[in-house]
């Protein structure tokens, strides 16, 4: 089965490399499932990490490793141990394997699980015709869903419930103001879920790229192309773009008890340029990785539901051998939002 793997630098290149590989598959370990994939999906993270500036954790073995950690599959078949689905369903999966047995985890906060494991970094991922995972990442999609709606959009459960955790965090009321940096598919479901589930009146969006506006404005008050062209006092930030430089443009105008909350991985520095502000008005600032398993129930009742449409940001379906093109295209940002590759002609 064909893969698409990353491999550590060598030959004095300073970056990883990507390249296909044919892997004979063995037997599926216990308590694990080998899907079929149907879709997966491109993230930003996964462009970043190729150009070595997404500061994600990643473990590459000297054989590689299979990229990618988004998407939808078919279970093709299943390890011993496994109840929770049977050969056929079509599923999800969380990208991130925690242990479920430390501290961390035990208090509800997989996220942060010393011991975990990212899917396409740090443990063989889902570029690839096949894809073995842990059975603990599932989540069996009903048959009201798929009646409902295509497979297209349950690609994008994942990168979904990351952005329901950051409004989350970031503690969204209905009397809120939220400025979204990055219109990307993160912070375009940041969008939508700000308006969605916690009902937020005004949600502003800032995003240069004039077709990732156009996909946002459906979800916002107002799109804005540059972070100097806001004006408001916010109470919510969410910087998903990776541009730090956002939050200092930004940082005068948070409002008394206001929250940021910081998604894009960036190697700049977050500077904020008036801690007496920050102190006298209360305001935070807090990371969000990924997702927690709450999230993704949620997102996946909301998308049954008809009120979350994730695959309005899908702009385009590629073949899985055009993967690597897509991966190193320079030009990427500027021709799509949520890129999607299909594995089977059946799917």
Not at 157 to 163: L, M
Not at 189 to 204: E, K, N, P, Q, T
Not at 221 to 227: I, L, P
């Amino acid at each position: 089965m064909r893969s698409l793997k990353v491999f550590q630098e060598k030959d004095g290149a300073t970056l990883p490399s990507i390249g296909f590989a044919e892997i004979e598959p063995g037997p599926v370990a216990a308590g694990s499932v080998r899907l079929k994939m149907r879709y997966a999906g491109i993230c930003g993270t996964d462009r970043h990490f190729l150009k070595g500036g997404s500061g994600v954790p990643c473990a590459i073995p000297q054989e590689g490793l299979v990229f990618g950690h988004e998407g939808v599959g078919e279970v093709a078949q299943c390890g011993l141990g496994v109840s929770n689905c049977k050969a056929g369903d079509i599923v999800v999966f969380e990208s991130l394997w925690s242990c479920g047995q430390c501290e961390v985890c035990r208090r509800g906060n997989s996220n942060q699980c010393p011991h975990g494991q990212l899917l396409g970094t740090q443990r063989d991922g889902v570029f690839a015709e096949y894809a073995d995972l842990s059975a603990r990442l599932l989540y069996v999609i009903n048959n009201q869903i798929l009646a409902r709606e295509q497979t297209k959009g349950l690609a994008c459960v994942e990168p979904a419930a990351c952005a329901v955790l950051a409004c989350q965090n970031g503690r969204m009321s209905r009397q809120d103001s939220v400025v979204v940096f990055g219109g990307g598919p993160i912070g375009i479901f940041c969008a939508m879920i700000s308006r969605v589930l916690f009902g937020v009146s005004r949600v502003y969006l800032v995003e240069p790229n004039e077709r990732r506006r156009v996909l946002a404005e459906k979800w916002t008050t107002t799109v804005y192309s540059t972070a100097g062209d806001f004006k408001n006092e916010v109470d919510v930030v969410i910087e998903a773009s990776g541009d730090l430089q956002n939050i200092e443009s930004i940082f005068h105008l948070m409002k008394p008890n206001g929250r940021i909350v910081l998604m894009g991985r960036s190697p700049q520095p977050l500077r904020v340029n008036s801690v007496g502000h920050m102190i006298t008005n209360a305001i935070s600032i807090m990371g969000s990785r990924g997702h927690l398993g709450g999230a993704f129930s949620l997102v996946l009742k909301l998308f049954g539901e008809g009120k979350l449409p994730l695959g309005e940001v899908v702009t385009d379906v590629q073949e899985f051998g055009k993967l690597p093109q897509l991966l190193n295209d320079e030009e990427f940002e500027r021709k799509y939002c949520k890129v999607l590759i299909s594995f089977h002609d059946d799917g």
